[in-house]
């Protein structure tokens, strides 16, 4: 491609909405530009990086028979409606009507979907396991949407979808996908991290998340050295509380005027974090649940979500508290307390004479103590672990690491084949719902996140496989017939064997060579006063000097030099 031609409008300025720098790269470097809030307009550059990408993701479908359809965007209102999930997502949910005032969603995903097609296709278990996938757009009314693509409101997801007799059955191909998803991130080469994630609300038994570790990734990961790793939702806590030999203080209800955090409550009375309890209201299905956990650990709802299986469990809001328990937030605590299920996270287990809210203004009981003041319904881990926390396979430190999330596999179950009468006919000859599993790929999110990884001051360092050029011809200046006519010649040769780039245009080095490295070419070859020796200079995007390449006897040295430098490139150095 010459670059007097080509639609790369690459910037000086950093853009004023970028926080993170891959969406500062993307937008300087001429690949998006931002159209609406969270909708972004691939050019020539982002598109041919997102093709690279979107191949490379087809073929390892492909390796494990994953067959290819595309599915509508727009999806009617019904098959939602049936299963029971056309509100779970409120304004989320692009919803629209149609001229017969009909509903439709911009389909967020493909469940209902792919089960509506197939229950009436798919009919025997001789036709199982199969996997179908699409890449296509999704849409998701983020609420606000952040860092360019990576959390964009439009976007392009490989969505994945299996279907079984077996448990055994979604196994295996629940191992392919992931198998396969590892190959795809080698393929990208990028570092990354596979992680045990929760399933969140669409249920099902394991998940696994496929993470590219980036500083400044959203999720938060745990992992040890003997191979554990979660994410922050799903990291098992293996603190073990040991007993306190306390004998138990009578409870006293103290006056606590206005002093409600846990902070406020450790000053006031002066006592350690760890011996004050913090009440957390939820409201789920089931109605209302009092979470306790000791005062310096954080809830994880992730887990509280799992353990009741109610995604609809949210923070009691702090005018309905008061409605229902007579009492401010602040002052709530388990004495006393009515009508709630009391869930325990293990971290209270063994603690003697602790504090907790009074259920009363101003009011907070010390020398608390379980099962004389107070019954708790249920102990469970709902814990949000730390760094440096026990392993909860070795028990060695665990390490922390932000990560970006671009891929996460599932096993569904029969959570939509029940909901949507997707039935096959056994090998006992009766009718049951399948097995299914799902597998997500961020294809769009991918061009983010491998940038948040390789960047240096200069710009992207793209790994060659997904590069929008392999290499790039820089003749220092187009008027210096002897440079440009020898350019010519090289890129006519090089076309037909890498993804060229030819800057042909009349302006100075330094311009070309800060737009090269901006873009993130692997490979630069530059005609410059060296040509007086017949010389070129060869150099890789991260190298500070260049290998200088004879090509007064023709080109078959220089290929050689090009081919051993563009295998030995690795951008993660
Ligand atoms: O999408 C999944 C699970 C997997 C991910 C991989 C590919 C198949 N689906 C979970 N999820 C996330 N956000 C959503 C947002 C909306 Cl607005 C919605 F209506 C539904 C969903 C929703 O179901
Ligand atoms: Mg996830």
């Not at 100075?508 to 901006?518: I, N």
């Amino acid at each position: 491609m010459r670059m007097s031609k080509y639609y790369a409008p690459t910037l000086k300025e950093v853009p004023n909405d970028a926080e993170i720098k891959s969406h500062e790269l993307l937008i300087r470097g001429g690949f998006i530009r931002k159209t609406a809030s969270g909708v972004y307009t691939y050019l020539p550059l982002g598109n041919k990086v997102l093709k690279k990408i979107e191949r490379i993701v087809r073929e390892e479908m492909e390796n494990i028979e994953s067959q290819e359809i595309l599915m509508p965007i727009i999806q009617p209102a019904e098959i939602w409606q049936e299963s029971g999930r056309w509100d779970d997502y409120g304004p989320e949910m692009m919803k629209l009507k149609d001229r017969h005032n009909r509903d439709f969603t911009l389909g967020p995903t493909h469940e209902e979907m792919i089960t509506t097609i197939v229950k009436n296709e798919l009919r025997s278990y001789k036709q199982l396991p199969i996997s179908l996938f699409q890449i296509a757009n999704k849409y998701r009314d983020e609420i606000r949407p952040r860092f360019g693509v990576l959390r964009a409101r439009e976007f392009i997801m490989k969505d994945a979808y299996s279907f079984h007799d077996s448990e055994e059955s979604l196994d295996e191909t629940y191992k392919a996908f992931y198998k396969a998803y590892e190959k795809i991130l080698e393929r990208l080469g990028v570092d990354y991290l596979v992680v045990e994630a929760d399933t969140g609300a669409i249920g099902g038994s394991d998940s696994h998340e496929f993470q590219v570790k980036a500083e400044y990734g959203e999720s938060t990961i745990y992992y040890c050295d003997c191979g554990y790793s979660a994410t922050d939702e799903k990291a098992v806590s293996n603190v073990i509380f040991e007993e306190s030999n306390e004998t138990e203080q009578e409870m006293k209800k103290v006056d606590t005027p206005d002093v409600k955090t846990i902070e406020d409550v450790a000053n006031f009375l002066n006592v350690d974090k760890t011996k004050i309890v913090k009440s957390l209201l939820f409201k789920g299905r089931e109605g209302w649940v009092l979470a306790l956990i000791r005062g310096d650990y954080e809830l994880n709802t992730s887990k509280l979500k799992a353990y009741f299986g109610d995604q609809t469990l949210s923070m009691g809001e702090p005018e309905e508290i008061k409605n229902e328990f007579g009492v401010e937030i602040g002052f709530i605590g388990p004495v006393g307390i009515k009508n709630v299920k009391i869930v325990a996270d293990y971290s209270i287990k063994n603690m003697k004479n602790f504090v907790v809210g009074g259920m009363e203004k101003d009011k907070h009981y010390v020398n608390v103590n379980i099962n004389r003041d107070f019954k708790i319904d249920v102990y469970t881990d709902i814990r949000m672990v730390s760094k440096g926390e026990p392993c909860p396979k070795c028990g060695k430190p665990l390490k922390e690491i932000k990560g970006i999330e671009v891929g996460q596999v599932f096993k569904l179950g029969t959570k939509y084949s029940e909901k949507l009468h997707a039935y096959y006919t056994a090998e006992d000859g009766k009718q049951k719902p399948f097995i299914m599993g799902c597998y997500g790929w961020g294809v769009s999110r991918t061009l983010g996140a491998i940038v948040e990884q390789l960047h240096d001051d200069y710009g992207i360092i793209w790994p060659r496989n997904i590069a929008p050029f392999e290499l790039v011809i820089i003749p220092v200046s187009m008027k210096q017939k002897e440079l440009s006519d020898k350019a010519e010649e090289l890129y006519k040769l090089l076309k037909g064997k890498y993804d060229v780039l030819y800057d042909d245009r009349d302006a100075s080095p330094g311009f070309k060579f800060k737009d090269a490295d901006l873009i993130g070419i692997p490979l630069k070859i530059i005609l410059g006063k060296k040509m007086k020796e017949g010389k070129v200079e060869v150099k890789l995007r991260y190298e500070r000097n260049s290998e200088e390449v004879d090509i007064t006897e023709g080109f078959e040295e220089l290929l050689k030099i090009i081919e051993k430098k563009l295998n030995e490139y690795d951008p993660k150095i």
